[in-house]
Nanobody, 124 residues
Framework: QVQLVESGGGLVQAGGSLRLSCAAS????????MGWFRQAAGKERELVAV????????YYLDSVKGRFTISRDNAKTTVYLQMNSLKPEDTAVYYC?????????????????WGQGTQVTVSS
């Protein structure tokens, strides 16, 4: 069982930055691929970024490439999403997710464990 708790969301002006954190419980954090999804009001959930268990492979949604960076600290059982040059279209609830299989999260856009979500609002 893995429990995920996100933090770091908030209101920021366009062009600003935020760093989301996701603290995970459990001793097997280092065995999980970790990802960030988002869901804007009235839209479907989309996969924003994924990092594999040993941080050797990452994936980014095209619209966030060059602006967002996913990273993880296995010793702290925490995954991060650094978001720079934020745009109003980045406004959404951001969810942290964990799955033992990187390709499942990447290809199926699903995960075994989910956080409760944190709101990110970017004003123009």
């Amino acid at each position: 069982q893995v429990q995920l708790v996100e933090s770091g969301g908030g209101l920021v002006q366009a062009g600003g930055s935020l760093r989301l954190s996701c603290a995970a419980s459990g001793r097997t954090f280092s065995a999980y691929a970790m990802g960030w999804f988002r869901q804007a009001a009235g839209k479907e959930r989309e996969l924003v970024a994924v990092i594999n268990s040993i941080a050797s492979t990452t994936y980014y949604l095209d619209s966030v490439k060059g602006r967002f960076t996913i990273s993880r600290d296995n010793a702290k059982t925490t995954v991060y999403l650094q978001m720079n040059s934020l745009k109003p279209e980045d406004t959404a609830v951001y969810y942290c997710a964990a799955d033992p299989v990187y390709s499942s999260m990447l290809l199926d856009r699903e995960a075994n464990y989910w956080g409760q979500g944190t709101q990110v609002t970017v004003s123009s």
